[in-house]
């Protein structure tokens, strides 16, 4: 269930809630893909309004105000995409939700829970967006506020490359404009390469992507982890006012390579996430999961969203050491207070 609340969102199934208020967050789910079918040939069939009616109860208190069912394996199996797991994200905007999951596009009415269009990913990004090619997956959308219009990425055609969508207006259903960018270079002609696992979030300077890299040395070579990319892309390039499309040249790319060698930087983390914030700053705010502890860590991006773009040193905040595999949220068995910053994963494992 999507839960939308006035300044956050929150991922926690296939059915959405949401509210009247307008948001500039994304839901966002951290997980583990494992798709059961890649490359799927273009479904035929345009970007049509599919209106379903609404369901589920509304409420009165100011928090909830209507419920009602997005998208699910089942569409997106329709349309000839087939995903596990969905990877479902949302995000509200003034009077619509726009709903992304691996294979699939959607868009609702926030005042009625009508879906008012469905389309397989691979229409979403040809014919809507303009981007040959069949997608990979990985969607994530955001709505700027600001600007009125909407920001999608995702997977291109070669995982190497992240597509990247931005709407006319603040209607959805209306017309896009995309671009791509390499998220990470191949280290041999022709060899796997992913830019993995992109994450969304935006500011009041810039766009923050931020990658898992993954590639194979060799042809016949496993395709390995190679280390994280964080794309800082100017607000102003993707958002521009005469329409033209976005633009990713401006993009600031910090590098972490990992080769498993002692002069490896583990501070930089990996699933790289920036932070969603309204603030008046020129610094943008960054945190990663460690790469070698359960905790997290955390810097900035000095002068965000221009050339000279700088990272500062990494802040670790460590959660636990002594850990246990018998909660939902793995969290350290030992009750100590450090240990007791718990994140609820809404796990079903006992």
Do not use: C, H
């Not at 939308?4 to 948001?23: C, Q």
């Not at 490359?39 to 069939?45: E, R, Y």
């Amino acid at each position: 269930m999507l839960k939308f609340g006035a300044r956050s969102a929150l991922l926690v199934g296939s059915v959405l809630t949401a509210t009247l208020l307008a948001t500039s967050a994304s839901a966002q789910l951290t997980e583990q893909k494992y798709r059961l079918t890649k490359g799927d040939p273009k479904v035929p069939g345009e970007f049509n309004p599919a209106p379903v009616p609404a369901a589920g109860p509304t409420f009165s208190n100011g928090v909830v105000t209507l419920s009602f069912q997005g998208i699910s394996q089942y569409d997106v199996a329709s349309v000839g995409r087939n995903f596990v797991p969905p990877d479902t994200i949302a995000a509200a905007g003034k009077t619509q939700l726009v709903q992304f999951t691996n294979g699939g596009f959607a868009v609702f009415d926030k005042s009625t829970g009508n879906r008012t269009a469905f389309t397989s990913d691979t229409s979403f990004w040809q014919d809507k967006a303009g981007l040959a090619g069949v997608p990979n997956g990985d969607q994530r959308v955001i709505y700027n506020a600001d600007a009125d219009r909407w920001l999608a990425i995702g997977f291109g055609a070669n995982t190497k490359d992240i597509n990247v969508a931005v709407s006319d207006t603040s209607n959805a259903l209306g017309g896009w404009k995309a671009t791509k960018f390499e998220g990470f270079a191949e280290l041999v002609p022709g060899g796997r390469t992913l830019a993995d696992f992109p994450t969304l979030a935006m500011d009041k300077n810039a766009v923050y992507i931020g990658t898992n890299d993954f590639a194979q040395s060799t042809l016949a070579g496993a395709t390995s982890f190679r280390g994280t990319t964080l794309n800082v892309i100017p607000l102003g390039d993707l958002f521009n006012a005469d329409l033209s499309g976005p633009s990713t040249a401006g993009n600031v790319q910090f590098r972490t390579a990992f080769t498993g060698g002692p002069g490896d930087d583990f501070t930089r983390g990996f699933a790289i996430q920036g932070v969603n914030s309204n603030e008046a700053s020129t610094t943008g705010n960054i945190i990663a999961a460690s790469i070698n502890d359960f905790g997290l860590t955390r810097y900035d991006v000095l002068n965000a969203g221009t050339a000279g773009a700088t990272r500062t040193a990494t802040f670790s905040t460590t959660i636990g050491t002594d850990y246990t595999f018998n909660d939902p949220a793995r969290q350290p068995a030992v009750d100590i207070p450090a240990n007791r910053r718990i994140i609820d994963s809404f796990a079903d494992i006992a």
